[in-house]
């Protein structure tokens, strides 16, 4: 089945605690994105990928590190975790990313940051 | 930066009733439309999207938007809701030109009553 799955689902962490949100898509997607969904802001891209090693900056990157060394993986990683990171976390991809194709979101990440 | 706006923040409608969902962008050039549909506890998923021809746009489930270029709307309807289309509504726009992200509205909520 074709799908974006994403690692964990849900997490609590504490202040400063290294974390890493994995995913991965099996649609050999070269094309990746994280967002962050806050209540009342809708979703907000924070880093994007066209390929393997090209990254790029979306809307609100700060407090984030992203990799992709690997086509179908790119994971989310919080360096040192804090409050404000408290969000529902979702990861996408879709074929080549031009502008009129659809993204496939994966299930979503929840966490929580102490 | 171009933005997205839904004017409504949370709806409720009693089955069978008709529904439309307000989205207006701001950006002058040509532009992808986007409609996603995120159930309780799902990821978001691809309702529709507009990118030329027909301004009017089917999707799945019953639903359709209207691209009005002169308004820079794109709003979404449903000539019946079922209780079954209770979810957040997300209106996102891609322009065509350079890396801009897929920007997204902030949700309107939908209940649903029998």
């Known amino acids: 089945e074709a799908q974006v799955t994403q690692n964990p689902r849900y997490l609590i962490t504490v202040t400063g605690k290294k974390l890493t949100v994995t995913c991965s898509q099996n649609?050999?997607?070269?094309?990746m994105s994280w967002y962050r969904q806050d209540p009342g802001l809708g979703l907000r891209q924070i880093y994007y990928s066209m390929n393997v090693e090209v990254t790029d900056k979306g809307d609100v990157p700060e407090g984030y590190k992203v990799s992709r060394k690997e086509k179908r993986n790119f994971p989310l990683i919080l360096e040192s975790p804090s409050p404000n990171q408290t969000s529902l976390y979702f990861c996408a991809s879709s074929i080549q990313g031009t502008p009129q194709e659809t993204q496939y979101f994966g299930p979503g990440t929840r966490l929580l940051v102490l | 930066a171009q933005s997205v706006s839904q004017h409504n923040h949370h709806v409720i409608l009693s089955e069978a009733a008709s529904l439309e969902l307000g989205c207006n962008y701001s950006y002058g050039g040509t532009v992808n439309l986007f409609w996603y549909v995120q159930y309780p506890g799902q990821h978001l998923q691809l309702l529709l999207k507009y990118f030329s021809g027909d301004p009017l746009v089917k999707g799945i489930k019953g639903f359709e938007a209207e691209f009005i270029k002169s308004k820079f709307s794109f709003n979404l309807r449903k000539p019946s809701v079922q209780w079954s289309d209770t979810a957040e509504y997300f209106c996102a726009v891609k322009p065509n030109s350079g890396n801009t992200p897929l920007v997204f509205g902030k949700g309107t909520r939908l209940s649903v009553i029998a």
């Open positions: 649609m050999n997607h070269e094309y």
